[in-house]
């Protein structure tokens, strides 16, 4: 089973991160780099990415057929999405293993969510192959990046 794992800064994650010295924070990147070694190595690891900080969101709703754009998350809170990962695990006790060995869960949090796995989900997947066959989205073929901290 897949699941995302999305990670959330702690209220204040912004001045924390500043805060920190260039070797703590070095020290942090790398225990990011280090869970994604691990979840390689048990072939647990799908992809996972780094978001820009929310301030960069912006969000879309469409009523009435008027499309209405506005600045910031989609939902407002004290945490603020920063970025995710995209495992498999064989349960979701499992995928909550992992998601506690992630920096964020110890100052933040990491939200657990099962990947729907059904007729959609797989003509989803099925586009996406074709896409990338065709030459469409070169530019991120694979989901190698960081996730960590702002």
Known sequence: MRYMLLTYNAP???????????????????EYVGIVEQMRESNAYI??????????????????????????????GEEFLTGYFLIEAESFEAAIEWAAKIPNAHSGSVEIRPVMEDELADRIAAAAEF??????????????GSVRPR
């Open 47 to 76: 992809g996972a990415n780094e978001l820009e900080p929310f301030s960069a969101a912006r969000t879309v709703r469409v009523r009435n057929r008027m499309r209405l754009v506005s600045d910031g998350p989609a939902v407002q």
């Open 12 to 30: 204040g994650g912004d001045e924390i991160w500043a805060a920190m010295t260039e070797s703590e924070r070095q020290a942090e990147e790398d």
């Open 131 to 144: 896409s990338l066959g065709e030459g469409v989205n070169r530019k991120h073929p694979g989901n190698s």
